[in-house]
């Protein structure tokens, strides 16, 4: 006699979407990037939300004056001493290469923008991120090209520039 199997259910380990929020890691607080490091800084922080659930998302680092200016100090110290001496052609590998990891990271992105803001995955994966990439794609093309532009045989790099969430800047 031959046994029959009770009827199995069958179970499916499925990956994650593509899109899914499982592909992204957010860390519970973040500080501010200046000099090449993380720091603290020395403003309050604040919590960013999910639009869509409310979640409480991350604690996020506010600069206050005094990050702001150290962040502009270190930002003008790595515009004398190496991006600024830099030709157009090394300045374009860099800005080459920020596009192309925008691409490669092109679904996390889209991911994080799409919670952080609550707008559909669609817009943020078929608009948002390319465009990002392709400014900084249109922005290398141009960073040996600077002297055909008008700008005399040996353009310059102008230096700092930053803003502050509230509209005001500093250089």
Same mark, same amino acid.
């Given at each position: ?23 992204? @890691? ?37 600069? @206050?004056?005094? @990050? ?8 003008? =110290?790595?515009? +004398? ?7 157009? +052609? ?12 925008? =691409? ?11 919670? @952080? ?55």
């Amino acid at each position: 006699m031959v046994k029959v199997p009770e009827k199995a259910t069958p179970f499916f380990e499925y990956a994650p979407a593509p899109e899914s929020r499982s592909i992204v @890691d957010i860390k519970a607080s973040y500080g501010l990037f200046i000099d090449g490091e993380f720091v603290d800084g020395h403003g309050k922080s604040f919590k960013t939300i999910s639009p869509s659930t409310e979640e409480v998302l991350a604690e996020v680092a506010e600069a @206050d004056e005094s @990050d702001v200016d150290l962040a502009v100090r270190a930002a003008r =110290r790595a515009h +004398s001493r190496v991006w600024g001496r830099m030709p157009g +052609s090394e300045r374009a590998k860099y800005l080459y290469r920020i596009a192309r990891i925008i =691409r490669e990271r092109g679904r996390e992105l889209a991911v994080l923008e799409s919670i @952080d803001n609550g707008k559909p995955i669609k817009e943020s994966r078929d608009v948002d991120i390319p465009v990002v990439a392709a400014h900084f794609f249109y922005y290398a093309g141009w960073a040996d090209k600077l002297s055909y532009a008008g700008l005399g045989p040996d353009p310059k790099s102008l230096g700092v520039a930053g803003q502050s969430s509230r509209g005001t800047s500093r250089c």
